[in-house]
């Protein structure tokens, strides 16, 4: 940023985004609101309470103790340490529950790995495959049920990392040739069309995790949203006929130059869809690790987002903002300008962390909202943590950094763009903390990268576009 840039700025603060719960009620936190009104469920705005069927897959000892886990979740769980707004106890999960749903678990949706099993896994020329096949038969098998469940738990055998090859890692991950056995189980039970739940042994026993009321909400509320395929709660306000997109890369396993982009769809529904860009060679000297699109390949990716969203909405969008976690070079911005010609109203973002900082002369730290614009919008520095009024404190340890939001193209303000990415901060449904740093357009890109960078994924062709496949 050029000095003189600085040399005129002034600062706009953004209230706190409110989300839309069950019956219209509207709280600025995710866990207060799941508690007062419930969450939106699924084709409905009003639904007094759900039961959700869930099985299992695992050996005897891993399901004993997944039920004895989810059994811990009936009552309520207080935090450790003092209760604090950002820290809010779990209400208990059961037919009096006041999140308004349970989870019911049958014998009949279970499917036990034995002895015989381990001795067979044992036995064959590759261990993970085979468990990987094992899986794969399980889960058909629970599914040709004449009652399904919504989900099934696949709860680690101990076994599985003695027999199994996994990685030289303090925590070990069991490993598929070049592939990691837990996004090999995403991509088999995506083309199932069956939502999962990855449980570790740890995880069951609680060692070396969040602490015990943490780890009920983030599993209850992630398993509701694969559950139900669909959001618990959205925004209050997204604008209409927009498609929100976020545009990342990953490098693809076992191809040293070779990356894919990652495009992110969201709508004001509170939909989300991700969709695979082509897969393209990258072997720039300058920028090894910041890969960019050609001007074809940026316009080819657009133009399939914008596909997509007519698919869905039956009419291209009035409206398209991208945010992107590099700048924009000229070849990507030209194919996206292509793409887009037809789209009454753009703007181009680039996000990326800063060590932009704001002392203040109180003992808290900058409000978390706070912006900083430059002459002309040129570039902005928003503040996605800090102070949080709504909490009375600041809920982190060190002085904040503020992102840096420049555009590339901009048909409206950089405060609306601003005021859009600090909504986006809190639809991580994956998360129940009030906010996240990142907006959820690229934080969750990493997730869905690693399933997407797998060998097999690369042998699919047409990878499933909803998030809770890759969750």
């Known amino acids: 940023m050029m000095k003189n840039e600085m040399n005129y700025f002034k600062i706009e603060y953004i209230q706190e985004p409110q989300l839309l719960f069950n019956e219209g009620g509207i709280s600025l936190n ?53 209760i604090k707004p950002w820290k809010i106890p779990f209400p208990g999960l059961n037919a009096n529950s006041k999140l308004r749903f349970e989870f019911i678990f049958n014998p009949e949706w279970e499917s036990i790995i034995d002895s015989f099993d381990f001795e067979n896994l044992k036995a064959a020329q590759s261990s993970s495959e085979r468990a990987l096949e094992l899986i794969k038969e399980r ?66 026993q609680l060692e070396g995790t969040q602490e015990r009321s943490l780890v009920a909400w983030n599993i209850v509320v992630g398993m509701l949203y694969k559950c139900q395929r669909g959001h618990p709660w959205k925004l209050t306000h997204l604008e209409e006929n927009t498609c929100y997109v976020g545009i990342s890369f990953f490098k693809e396993k076992g191809e040293e130059t070779r990356r894919a982009s990652l495009a992110q769809i969201f709508l004001d529904t509170g939909e989300s869809f991700v969709l695979r860009g082509e897969s393209f060679s990258w072997a720039n ?76 002369q109180t003992s808290y730290p ?5 912006l900083v614009l430059t002459k002309n919008e040129s570039i902005g520095f928003l503040f996605t943590t800090g102070f949080v ?33 600090l909504s986006f901060t809190k639809l991580d449904w994956n998360n129940t903390f009030v906010y996240s740093k990142m907006p959820v357009t690229l934080s969750v890109s990493r997730k869905v990268g690693h399933v997407m960078s797998e060998t097999e994924a690369k042998r699919i062709c047409n990878l499933d576009t909803h998030y809770y496949f890759y969750m």
């Open 30 to 82: 995710p866990c207060v609101g799941l508690i007062k009104y419930g969450p939106r469920f699924a084709g409905s705005s009003t639904t007094e309470f759900k039961t959700f069927k869930i099985g299992i897959i695992g050996s005897s000892k891993s399901i004993a103790l997944t039920k004895h886990l989810f059994e811990s979740f009936y009552m309520k769980i207080l935090p450790d340490g003092d």
């Open 389 to 421: 009024p709504s909490l009375k404190t600041y809920p982190g340890f060190s002085i904040p950094s503020a992102l840096q939001i420049k555009p590339f193209v901009l048909d409206t303000s950089l405060l609306k763009v601003c005021r859009e990415i």
């Open 366 to 370: 900058v409000l978390r909202g706070t």
């Open 285 to 360: 000297k300058d920028y090894p690790n910041s890969p960019h699109l050609s001007e074809e390949d940026a316009q080819r990716l657009m133009s399939y987002v914008l596909t997509h969203y007519k698919l869905i909405r039956k009419h291209y969008p009035d409206r398209i903002v991208i945010h992107k976690s590099s700048n924009f070079w000229d070849d990507e911005l030209e194919g996206f300008k292509s793409a887009t010609k037809n789209i009454k109203s753009k703007d181009f973002i680039s996000i990326l962390p800063s060590d932009f900082k704001l002392f203040t």
């Open 139 to 204: 889960i058909i098998t629970i599914y040709e049920k004449e009652t399904p469940p919504d989900i099934i738990v696949i709860s680690f055998p101990i076994e599985f990392y003695y027999i199994c090859e996994c990685s030289d890692t303090k925590k070990p991950m069991i490993k598929v040739g070049l592939d990691d056995f837990h996004n090999r189980i995403k991509l088999l039970a995506m083309q199932l069309k069956v939502p999962t739940q990855i449980i570790r042994p740890e995880t069951l």
